[in-house]
């Protein structure tokens, strides 16, 4: 019995050698075998990943890919923490400015009221002068009179002076005299009284308004102080904030232009088939010339999905975002140009997405427009199914859809195709001349060559 399933099993391994091996199983030169603590990445070879040359070993490429995905992952991760940074610092420096605002207030607040001090301390001057002057004539009067009294009445005194009379008639002359220089002195001297009490008050307003107008002063002298640091604080961060990102964004292009997206590439597994793209939708214009009344019988390089704005739309497989642009207005109209252009996208596509996919042994292109959102980015890895956008109708458009182009590119893997410029066309150009010298036959030998996303997505 068991040498009938030794021999079952060795026709098994001899007729289906694949049932007996992994698909991530790779085959290398001898001696060519490399462990990740013996592969120094300072020693970056780019001849290590290209198939053509004598130095291509994949499995060597994948460390030195993995290895430099790992630094671009740690300097990425220290640029997210500087970016959140950036934020809490610039809701920081928004507190500055709003407190500058309130000091700047405060401090006119205190000019004001330093102005409206030595207005009065100038009134108070001028009635303090005024009544240092009064008090004086007052002064001198009261001494005059006393003066002359003390002539007329020489020791005696006032009853000297009365008894001293040499008539009756003269008696009362002086009596009357007597009193009426008493009731002057006595009312000169409660004003010069009242005329000293209200000097003295005015003395000591003065002083308590100059000690306010002083303390008030310091006060405006320390917030002007306190407005200079803070503003040389916030601008101190601004720039430590900027030093770092330049520093961060220096260290990670050089691995950006060396790995070009490869250690992304190489991340992907490959898809067993597609799935569809809008889920909830409808076909409203076909492939490869429209079928609809709208503008039917142009040239239409793609399928129109229909969908409700804002509808999620999916990765058909597993691949990597190649390019992203996301300038548009979410709705635009028949006749715009809204889009990339140029070297990259196209225009009048609008907010677009172009992917590259792995599906089994072969490379996919496909190009997203119209959308009123992209939720991915160039150099992106996306699984099959994820979110990479939301229909729209940005760029030239009459209503909400997602037009869908689909690109056999060849056999192999997608870092294959990362070096090739497409120009926004996977080299099958637009138009009538990619319709005539593009479509993919049967057999897809003609590859890069276009094919119907129908057939696969819907």
């Not at 009134?123 to 007329?152: A, C, H, P, Y």
């Not at 002086?174 to 220089?181: C, D, P, Q």
């Not at 232009?257 to 214009?285: E, T, W």
């Not at 030239?396 to 294959?416: A, K, Q, R």
């Amino acid at each position: 019995m068991l040498k009938k399933i030794l021999t079952v099993l060795l026709v098994m391994f001899i007729v289906f050698p694949s049932c007996f091996v992994s698909k991530t199983t790779f085959i290398y030169a001898e001696g060519d075998e490399l462990d990740d603590d013996d592969y120094d990445i300072d020693s970056y070879d780019v001849e290590v990943c290209d198939k053509e040359s004598e130095k291509y070993d994949e499995y060597a490429c994948k460390i030195q890919s993995q290895k430099i995905g790992k630094i671009k992952r740690e300097i990425q991760e220290q640029m997210d923490a500087a970016e959140a940074s950036k934020e809490e610092k610039g809701a920081l420096i928004s507190e500055y400015e709003t407190e500058i605002d309130s000091l700047q207030y405060e401090i006119d607040d205190l000019q004001e009221k330093i102005d409206e001090l030595q207005v009065k301390i100038d009134e108070l001057q001028e009635n303090i002068d005024k009544n240092e002057e009064e008090v004086g004539e007052l002064n001198e009067r009261v001494k005059s009179r006393m003066i002359s009294s003390q002539k007329t009445m020489h020791f005696s005194g006032y009853l000297d002076f009365i008894c001293g009379s040499k008539s009756f008639s003269d008696l009362l002359r002086r009596i009357y005299g007597v009193n009426a220089l008493l009731s002057k002195d006595s009312d000169d001297r409660e004003k010069l009284i009242t005329l000293i009490n209200q000097l003295n008050s005015d003395k000591a307003e003065l002083d308590t308004s100059k000690a306010e107008l002083d303390e008030s002063e310091e006060e405006l002298v320390d917030k002007q102080i306190s407005f200079i640091y803070k503003k040389e604080a916030v601008e101190e961060e601004i720039r430590q904030i900027e030093a770092e990102l330049e520093e961060l964004n220096n260290n990670l292009a050089p691995w950006d232009s060396l790995s070009k997206y490869y250690d992304q590439a190489r991340m992907v597994i490959s898809s067993g088939g597609f799935v569809p793209c809008v889920h909830n939708s409808y076909i409203s214009s076909g492939f490869p010339y429209r079928d609809t009344s709208f503008n039917y019988g142009q040239v239409h390089l793609g399928i129109d999905y229909a969908a409700s704005y804002g509808e999620a739309i999916h990765a058909p497989a597993n691949g990597i975002c190649i390019f992203s642009y996301n300038g548009c207005e979410g709705t635009g109209y028949y006749g715009s140009w809204c889009g990339a252009g140029d070297s990259e996208g196209l225009y009048g596509a609008g907010n677009q997405v172009y992917l590259m996919c792995q599906v089994d042994d072969g490379v996919y292109g496909f190009i997203m427009m119209h959308l009123s959102d992209v939720a991915v980015e160039t150099g992106e890895v996306v699984e099959q199914d994820d979110v990479i956008g939301y229909v729209g109708s940005s760029g030239s458009s009459t209503g909400p859809h997602c037009h869908i182009e689909m690109y056999y590119l060849g056999e192999g893997e997608i870092v294959d195709y990362l070096d090739i410029n497409y120009d926004g066309t996977f080299l099958c150009g637009r138009g009538e001349s990619c319709i005539q010298n593009h479509m993919c036959n049967s057999t897809g030998s003609n590859a890069p060559c276009i094919l119907n996303p129908e057939y696969y997505l819907s």
